[in-house]
């Protein structure tokens, strides 16, 4: 009859951190170049004597690999990245990795995103404009050209196999091993004038709210008719 408590808990435990990343999902589904977090269980099992019990596992986090869609702004301080890599951007507390290319220029000529990191090139510098320069082109490999003038290229990162990514702040992420420089620019790469919206999809991701709220009512219902069970059989020893 305990047992029933505990594999209750524990499945109420991991329901509880399935919902937290479904409402940060939610909450991020219009954040661009987000990627969804998803999670993954395992089946723990246990033995009480000749009793096996089976619980469930805290879970697994992982960020989702599928590309969002794609926005066409004709806008050139505007990119979109190609392909399972990601850009560099220089914050005050280390370098992150985003597939957000919005970007902009500061009165020094350096590129920077929307909060005024700088992006950087393969080689890890802030990539470097003329302020006073015409438009800018960038090409598929993210070579920038101004004025007819090679300035520089953004520098494209995949993720080692097996890298453990966490979030970094909106939509970017750090790595547990280096990410390593991308040279294949036949699959990846930047689209100028786009931007990738968040991957999540608001659907799908409202339908497992309801899901995992219908989930933790079920288990909650169970844990009380133990509850009272264990109460009955109290009463009962005790001949009241």
Same mark, same amino acid.
């Given at each position: ?20 990343t ?11 170049g ?34 969002g869609?794609?926005?066409q ?8 990245v190609r392909?399972?890599?990601? $850009? ?12 957000? +290319? &919005?970007?902009?220029? /500061? @009165?020094? #000529? ?9 992006? $950087?090139?393969?080689?890890?510098s ?7 320069? +015409? &438009?800018?082109?960038? /090409? @598929?490999? #993210? ?13 494209l ?28 620019f ?9 931007i990738e ?21 079920a288990v ?7 509850e ?13």
């Amino acid at each position: 009859m305990q047992s029933n408590i505990y594999v209750g808990i524990s499945a109420q435990l991991a329901l509880q951190r399935r919902l937290d990343t479904v409402a940060n999902n939610v909450a991020n589904a219009s954040t661009t170049g987000f990627r969804a977090e998803e999670m993954s269980f395992e089946e723990l099992v246990t033995r009480n004597g000749e009793t096996a019990v089976s619980f469930v596992s805290d879970g697994k986090t992982h960020l989702s690999t599928e590309g969002g869609e794609l926005t066409q702004t004709d806008d050139p301080f505007d990119i979109a990245v190609r392909g399972n890599v990601w $850009l560099a951007v220089q914050t005050p507390t280390g370098i992150v990795y985003t597939r957000d +290319g &919005r970007m902009q220029m /500061n @009165k020094d #000529g350096v590129l920077t995103n929307l909060s005024g990191d700088p992006y $950087l090139d393969a080689g890890g510098s802030p990539i470097q404009l003329d302020p006073q320069g +015409g &438009r800018i082109a960038i /090409n @598929k490999a #993210g070579t920038i050209e101004q004025d007819g003038n090679n300035i520089g290229a953004f520098g494209l990162y995949s993720m080692p196999p097996g890298a453990k990514l966490s979030r970094a702040g909106g939509a970017s992420v750090v790595s547990d091993q280096p990410p390593v420089p991308e040279i294949d620019f036949l699959n990846n790469g930047v689209m100028q004038g786009y931007i990738e919206k968040s991957n999540v999809n608001p659907i799908l991701e409202m339908t497992h709210l309801t899901t995992l709220q219908r989930s933790f009512d079920a288990v909650s219902n169970v844990l009380r008719e133990t509850e009272s069970s264990l109460q009955d059989s109290l009463k009962t020893l005790a001949g009241s």
